[in-house]
């Protein structure tokens, strides 16, 4: 019997490869597990280490993101950390989550943030969050990291990325 949860994780993988792919990042890919020194999910982006989770439900929207950023954190050796969350029923990659830390790799000025970009607690639910992608484009959330909790930019695939190409 095959792992469903591990299907529906590949399967986001390769969806957001195609999409890269299509938007700029021709040279994306799916990284292979190195053993000890796994190095994210998506590679073939310079300096950018990503980490795909599926949400099969709502209400698991925010463990998977939390896993997510745990995930790119740990796997990111002196990348940039992105974490991306498939949303259950979203389709289109460009629309499902992203998130970065803003302190680790550049000042929230050069991701061109508005400046009405709410800032949401840590626990604050999905539903929070979405309101503030839908309205303001994104959110600023607190979050884990390697040195304490550290603000977290969430948004979507497609801002983030484009974020990341300017900034490079």
Not at 5 to 33: F, I, Y
Not at 35 to 58: E, F, L, N, S
Not at 73 to 91: D, F, M, N, T, Y
Not at 124 to 151: K, M, S
């Amino acid at each position: 019997m095959s792992n469903p949860n591990g299907a529906r994780g590949a399967k986001a993988e390769r969806d957001l490869v195609v999409w890269l792919r299509g938007h700029g990042w021709p040279d994306a890919c799916r990284a292979r597990g190195e053993g000890a020194v796994d190095r994210g999910d998506i590679g073939g982006i310079p300096g950018v280490c990503v980490q795909v989770k599926a949400a099969a439900k709502p209400e698991y929207v925010m463990a998977r993101l939390r896993a997510a950023q745990q995930g790119a954190l740990a796997q990111a050796w002196g990348r940039r950390e992105v974490a991306v969350v498939k949303l259950p029923g979203v389709g289109d990659p460009a629309k499902w989550w992203a998130a970065t830390p803003l302190p680790k790799w550049c000042p929230t000025s050069a991701l061109s943030l508005p400046s009405t970009q709410p800032r949401v607690g840590y626990l604050a639910p999905a539903v929070t969050i979405q309101h503030a992608i839908n309205e303001r484009g994104g959110a600023l959330r607190d979050g884990p990291g390697l040195d304490g909790d550290w603000v977290w930019w969430i948004t979507t695939v497609d801002r983030l990325f484009a974020a990341l190409e300017e900034g490079s």
